[in-house]
Structures are given as C-alpha cells and as structure tokens.
C-alpha cells in the first residue's frame, strides 16, 4: 500500500500526519518505508531522526562535447528544445542549469561527439528510524528542478522490496514535484485546515490526484474548529471524506515546534492514527471495487 | 522603484497573510502594485477581492503526441524517454501527458516519424484591480509544469505597470520551497522578507531559504511569525540572525485572528488594526519601510 500525503497549501500539517501515521503502524508491527519527497524542504527527518548511514550525490546527465570529434555542425542545439547546449563559431556551450537531462542532443550527434556526465543537483540519504526504513533527497541550494531528485529517491527506495506500507510526504504545491511524488501511489491522503486558504488549495490538489491522476483521495481535517465550515461543505458535496480530524490546540503546535510527533507528544492519538489508516484500506479496496 | 518578495521556505508560515497586511499598509503612504507568485496555489485574490480586468492565456511546454495510425509499436520512443512518459499500448505507444517534459527526443527517433511535439496551454493570468492597486495573478493549471516561467510572466506585468505608472513598490508573494518557481520570484528583487517560525522546520528552512537569496545576491530580511509558540527557537532565529548580520525586522504572535480576517476576505491590518497582531504588523512595516528606504 503506497499513501502519498499533500496538501497544496503548506504548513497544514502533512508532515506532522505522515510522521504519526507512520509511527503508529510501525509500533503495530505493520513493515513501513518512509520517502521524504519535499526535496526542497525536507523536515521529515527532524522527527523522525533516523539515522542516515547511506548518501549519494545524484542529479542528471547532461552532454559534454569531445572535441576531436566535434564538427560544429549544429546539430545538438537544434534538437535541444530548452537552449542548454549552443554552438558558437568553433565553441560549444553547454549550460546545465537549462538542461533537463532528455539526451536528445547525444542520441542525435552524427559524429558521436557528445558523451554524458553527471550533472549533481542534490543528494538521496537513508536509513533505519528504528523499525521504519527511511529515505529523503535534498535539493542543493541555488538548483531549481526538484523532480529528478524525487524520481531517484522513488525508484531507489521502491523499485523491488514490497514494504507493507510506503509513505510519501509530499511538498506543497500543485505542480510537477507534487505529481512526480502523487505517481504510483495507492491513496492521496489530503491535509488541510478549514480556512478559506486551505480549501482553495485543497480543491487544487483534488484535481491533480482525483481527476488528472486518477487515485482514491480522502481527507485530514487539522487545526479543526478554526476557520469555517468551507472544507466539510465540499467534501459533502464532492463526495470526498473526511478520515481524521485534528483539533486546534496550542500544545500540539508546541510540542511540534520543538520537534516531537504528534503521537509522541500525545500517544492518545495513536489508536486514531490505526483507525486512519484502516479507513484509507476501506477507501482503497473500494475505489478498486468501483474500476 | 523598489522590488520586495516575500518568501518562506517552509509553507505556512503566514507569506500570503503578511503580504496582504503590508499591502493594506504601504498602499496608504505609496503607489504600489502587486504580484502573486505562487501560481499553483494562489491566495492573495481570497484576501484582496480583485475585479478581474484582463485574462491571458499562459502557453506552457509542449507535450509529445504519437498518431496511432503510423505507429509500427517498435518500441524505440518508449527506449529513449527517460521520463517514463512512454507507455505501450496494444495497436500503438502512447504518451503520459503529465510526465512528457516535451523534449522531443522521441520526435527525431522515432523511424516512422509519428510523432509530433504540440504547445500546451498550462494555465492563465490575470491583472486586476484592488482597493490596494492593481494585482497580477495566475492559475496554473492542475498537474502541468513551467510554474517558474508562469512566475517570471506575473511578476514581469507587475513590474512594467508599475515603472509605467510610476508606482514605488512592487510586492511579490512568493511560493513555499527553494526550487524553481522561488527562484524566478526572488529574481531581480532589491530585499527579501523571508517569515519563518520559531519550529525546527521553521528554522532549517529559513536557512536553506536564506542560502537561495544570498545566492541570487538579494538582500534579507526576517521576520518570526508565531513567535511566543517556542520562546527557545525563537531566541535560537535572532541569534542566528545577530550572528548572519541579518536584520530582524519583527516579531507576530501566535493568534487565531489572522485565520478570523482571512475567513472575513481581509488583511488583518484591516479586520482589526488595533489589536496585539495589527500593532505587531504594522511596527514590522514601518521598520521594512526605513529598509526600503535604505534601498531606495
């Protein structure tokens, strides 16, 4: 069972439920893999503090020209439709930060001239967080696309084993990094918040997973009791449920802040997380039921 | 004119909220204009009520499309995309439209030539007007990609009108993260405003948020939102500030009110300006404000 959690908007709390879940079905002796694909900020491991015995640099690989070879002809900045590779007189520029990595330009050099290198743009870590096995990528600072690394840490961490549950903690956003984490995956658990902010993104995010990905979505209500009754209003009317709610309360903010789970800080919930993710095992089957 | 974004790192820190309280603030001393970056979640327009003026189309990348009736299933197409956007199907390939990153690499391979590369439309922009100034917007659409060069678009808009018209401050809401689209907002900015909060999360992004402006050569500054929520890291984000020669230019406190104005469609500054939230927003604007001028 693979349950990718997001959101849209930030800081509703996907890391703080994905953190719990995970928690809670790894003490009910159920196998788990983490994946931390918020590349960009990646918290997940503040709290659950694995420890990270395995890195790798990884990124894309992007053309360098051998020059004994090379004619200048022209060819490869032809077909490189993001400009990252010009020829210029009896030069050849290759400029990484465009390149998406596509190999076009080498697969159409007629002399050969073009081989790959490893462009580094971030780096896969991983390790055990007692009995959950966990991975997460880190974007370097100053690189903008997030998406290899998260394709990498996926295909790393889910290419064989089958881990009863895998956990995807996604980042906020509705576009391409929140897509690449959303792909494969069995359920999209979405948190929000009911403020107007939180439904605007929340009704985002049920496209991109609903209606473009095709996937069973259901929802975590947290910070319940601010804010109006917006979100409950469209989830009955598109027929969406509602799994969780998490009230507002101060000493969960606090005790986040200084890096504790939610269930750590208050193992009541615990049984609620169980019940969750029991409930998003109903959603799925019955989403299958229906195809 | 002066070019401020606000950014964040972490999501959910209060971006969009400050930017609509500073918006209320400086359009009472100065022309200003406005621009929401983060395109795939935009917020701005629930606080800011605009009446739409004008709406583009935004033309993203472009997307693979294999014709069936040329398609031999050699598999060659499918052997060189490296973004498993490729898919075998029974009487033809086909192509995921929202993993194709459009490179066209399968256009010059394929031997049947059945492929073709056609612009999609990704989403649309917006310039309207509110009580504030006039605001530049965009929906991506769900799933697609390019939200930096939609962000560059916004934010370019805004900042044509305002030299046009001599406005004095574009204020340019940023998106959460690090990765492209921040890139496109933070550039060409004069000063930074990255809110961050007194949690781990907070303070770890707000170092890889403040490592991306410093390497684009923007200036920052901080502000802790939720600042009584953990006094300790709240003393740890001013310490490093001191240390990093950062100004800190305010301190908000934890409080619901925010999410109370926002229900009501306002900036906080306006819902209630004499409470503990609006005094705290609007000392941080008259500090920003000396920054700015500093800057000018």
């Known amino acids: ?291 | 004119m002066k070019q401020l974004v606000i950014l964040s790192g972490k999501g959910g820190t209060g971006k969009t909220s400050v930017a609509a309280a500073l918006a209320h603030l400086a359009s009472q001393e100065m022309p200003i204009v406005l621009a929401d970056a983060d395109v795939d979640a935009a917020n701005l327009e629930l606080v800011l009520n605009p009446t739409k003026l004008e709406e583009h189309v935004f033309m993203g990348g472009q997307v693979a499309i294999i014709d069936p009736d040329l398609c031999q299933l050699c598999g060659r197409c499918y052997d060189v995309c490296r973004f498993e956007a490729i898919l075998p199907g029974e009487d033809t390939y086909w192509v995921d439209s929202l993993a194709c990153e459009g490179c066209a690499s399968c256009v010059y391979q394929c031997p049947e030539e059945a492929i073709h590369v056609e612009e999609q439309q990704a989403g649309l922009w917006f310039r309207s007007d509110t009580r504030f100034g006039p605001l530049f917007h965009a929906h991506l659409f769900a799933a697609q990609e390019n939200s930096g060069k939609l962000v560059t678009l916004v934010k370019q808009q805004g900042r044509l009108l305002a030299l046009d018209e001599g406005r004095e401050l574009l204020i340019v809401d940023g998106p959460p993260g690090i990765g492209c689209p921040v890139i496109s907002a933070n550039a060409g900015a004069d000063l930074a405003l990255l809110v961050t909060e007194p949690t781990v999360s907070g303070v770890h992004d707000l170092k890889r948020i403040l490592g991306t402006v410093n390497h684009f050569q923007v200036p920052a500054l901080v502000l802790i939102n939720k600042a009584d929520v953990n006094p300790a890291h709240t003393a740890g984000i001013e310490a490093f500030c001191r240390a990093q020669g950062i100004a800190l230019v305010g301190k908000l406190p934890y409080d619901t009110v925010v999410t109370e104005a926002m229900v009501h469609g306002q900036p906080v500054t306006a819902y209630r300006p004499d409470g503990p939230m609006g005094r705290a927003l609007r000392e941080m604007w008259a500090q920003l404000r000396q920054r700015l001028n500093g800057a000018w």
Not at chain 1, 139 to 149: D, F, K
Request: aromatic content about 6%.
């Open chain 1, 1 to 291: 069972m693979i349950i990718a959690v997001a959101s849209g908007k930030g800081g509703t709390g996907k890391t703080t439920v994905a953190t719990s879940l995970a928690l809670s079905l790894a003490a009910d002796g159920t196998g788990l893999l983490f994946l931390d694909c918020d590349v960009e900020e990646p918290n997940a491991a503040l709290f659950l503090k694995p420890r990270l015995d395995h890195r790798e640099e990884v990124g894309i690989l992007i053309p360098e020209v051998d020059f004994d070879w090379c004619t200048y002809c022209g060819r490869c900045a032809e077909v490189c439709v993001w400009h990252a590779i010009a020829v210029v007189g009896r030069k050849v520029l290759v400029f990484p930060e465009l390149c998406h990595g596509c190999g076009s330009c080498t697969l159409n050099c007629p002399e050969g001239a073009i081989h790959e290198v490893l462009h580094v743009m971030g780096s896969l870590e991983s390790g055990q967080a007692g009995p959950i096995a966990f991975g997460h990528g880190i974007l370097n600072v100053g690189e903008a696309m997030a998406v290899p690394i998260i394709r990498q840490l996926k295909a790393k961490h889910m290419a064989d084993a089958d881990h009863g549950v895998t956990i995807l903690d996604a980042s906020p956003g509705t576009s391409c990094p929140v897509v690449e984490t959303m792909r494969g995956a069995d359920f999209v658990l979405l948190v929000t918040e009911p403020t107007p902010f939180g439904l605007h993104d929340l009704r985002l995010t049920v496209q991109v997973a609903r209606d473009e990905l095709g996937l069973p979505v259901g929802v975590v209500v947290n910070r319940d009791g601010v804010g109006d009754a917006g979100v409950d209003e469209y989830c009955a009317a598109k027929g969406i449920p509602i799994l969780m709610r998490i009230p507002l309360d101060r000493r969960i903010a606090q005790a986040i802040s200084g890096g504790k789970t939610l269930v750590e800080a208050l193992p009541e919930y615990r049984p609620h997380f169980l019940e969750l993710y029991k409930r998003i095992a109903r959603e799925v089957a019955s989403w299958k039921e229906v195809r």
